[in-house]
């Protein structure tokens, strides 16, 4: 059995802004990448490891994968894969995204 991944408060949030931004032009495309996001969370169970480590961390347990052009945080803790934040490439990372 693999890791249990599990969403905080804050990566929901953040998808739902990014949903909503989107969809002001495109619903479609909102779904889509919204879709996206989640297909990448999904390889989190069976292997953590495969994203990079957050250069802006330097921790080997705070890794991210992108999707289009958001990148998807999170933290290897135990057994548990959190995913913290879902932020946009260009916007600057601050250790709060972290928990």
């Known amino acids: 059995m693999?890791?249990?991944?599990?969403?905080?408060?804050?990566a929901i949030d953040d998808i739902d802004a990014i949903?909503?931004?989107?969809?002001?032009?495109?619903v479609s495309y909102a779904a889509a990448v919204v879709q996206r996001?989640?297909?990448v969370t999904r390889d989190l169970s069976d292997n953590p490891l495969i994203g990079d480590i957050v250069q802006e961390f330097g921790?080997?347990?705070?890794?991210?994968q992108f999707a289009?052009?958001?990148r998807i945080l999170y933290r290897?803790?135990?057994e548990t894969v959190t995913v913290t934040a879902v932020i946009h490439g260009k916007r600057?990372?601050?250790m709060e995204v972290m928990g």
Do not use: C, F, H, N
């Not at 693999?2 to 804050?10: A, D, I, R």
């Not at 949903?19 to 495109?26: F, K, L």
């Not at 921790?59 to 991210?64: A, G, L, N, T, V």
């Open 37 to 39: 996001i989640i297909e």
């Open 2 to 10: 693999g890791y249990q991944v599990v969403w905080s408060p804050q």
């Open 19 to 26: 949903a909503a931004y989107i969809a002001r032009d495109s």
């Open 68 to 70: 289009y052009t958001y």
């Open 59 to 64: 921790d080997e347990m705070i890794r991210e």
């Open 76 to 78: 290897i803790q135990d």
């Open 92 to 94: 600057l990372l601050k």
